[in-house]
């Protein structure tokens, strides 16, 4: 079998067929033309997105620094993200995905448990602790206390799921790491803490 040949990276603006005419517009000036995806076109698309914001903690189950990358490692991780999501009610499955380059990488590939934290409205500052590069966030941020595994569970935060980690999918420059909900607790009551381009937001945009 003949398989097509690949697309190949240009300032070529693929034609594309108009929904309710059926007529072709190649060659139209139209900012909904499809292009050849590059890196800088693909960033700019993923950063429309609007995503709740998490805090994932975790603890390596192999404390020796020299099993987490040499003298002076910390077995506990934890990272912001927004690729938090559910991928199946039953059995229940949540998944995340983090950097390989980031720091908390050793940790979070040595560790059976995890615990994901949706931040409130009101938590900007553990979002951007959590997300800030080359510091202890636990030290920067006093709002946690230790809880099963050893794992570190922040305060005053809309819930927590305590996860088993079932799956570690490489993913080009992530790892996507699918968990088993073990437990959760609700936590206070308001909304979600959100992220867009230009910072955190505390309520979606309206939409139409």
Do not use: K
Request: charged share 15%; proline share 9%; glycine share 8%.
């Amino acid at each position: 079998m003949q398989h097509p040949a690949p697309l190949r990276a240009s300032n070529t603006i693929l034609p594309r067929r108009d929904i309710d005419t059926g007529v072709s517009t190649a060659g139209r000036d139209r900012v909904d033309q499809l292009r050849p995806v590059d890196r800088d076109l693909f960033d700019r698309l993923r950063q429309q997105q609007v995503g709740t914001v998490t805090v994932v903690t975790a603890m390596a189950r192999n404390s020796r620094s020299a099993c987490l990358g040499g003298l002076g490692a910390t077995p506990r991780a934890g990272f912001t993200t927004t690729s938090f999501t559910t991928v199946s009610l039953d059995p229940p499955r949540v998944s995340f995905s983090h950097d390989t380059a980031a720091p908390s990488a050793p940790v979070l590939d040595r560790a059976e448990h995890v615990a994901v934290h949706l931040l409130a409205a009101n938590q900007t500052e553990a979002a951007t602790v959590f997300a800030t590069p080359g510091i202890d966030p636990f030290a920067a941020y006093p709002y946690w206390e230790a809880g099963p595994f050893g794992l570190p569970l922040l305060t005053g935060v809309l819930g927590r799921l305590l996860c088993r980690v079932v799956h570690r999918i490489p993913v080009g420059d992530h790892t996507l790491v699918v968990a088993e909900p073990l437990a959760l607790s609700v936590g206070v009551d308001g909304d979600p803490l959100l992220h867009r381009p230009g910072g955190y937001v505390t309520a979606a945009p309206a939409i139409g």
